[in-house]
């Protein structure tokens, strides 16, 4: 089973890849509508969003704890290094 590289959530059916594409290292949830990943800064707006609507964070704690979530994640290493 492969795992998102971007966000880190388990592709199990061809439907979590992005464009149906197994052979694709990230999920539907983390690609544009034209199927290429999406870049760092879209991807930690739509988790700090996500953070705020589970967790019920402010904008700012939720950029932090996304920050770190991304730190972590194979996409983002070289990324969030800098
Ligand atoms: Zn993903």
């Not at 609507?53 to 194979?74: F, V, Y």
């Amino acid at each position: 089973m492969k795992i998102c590289i971007a966000c880190g959530m388990p592709m199990k059916e061809p439907a979590d890849f992005a464009m149906g594409d197994i052979k694709k290292d990230y999920c539907v949830h983390c690609m544009r509508p034209d199927g290429t990943i999406q870049s760092y800064e879209e991807k930690i707006d739509s988790l700090t969003a996500f953070i705020i609507k589970t967790q019920g964070m402010d904008r700012l704690a939720a950029n932090n704890a996304a920050g770190n979530m991304m730190a972590r994640l194979p996409a983002w290493r070289e990324v969030s290094s800098k």
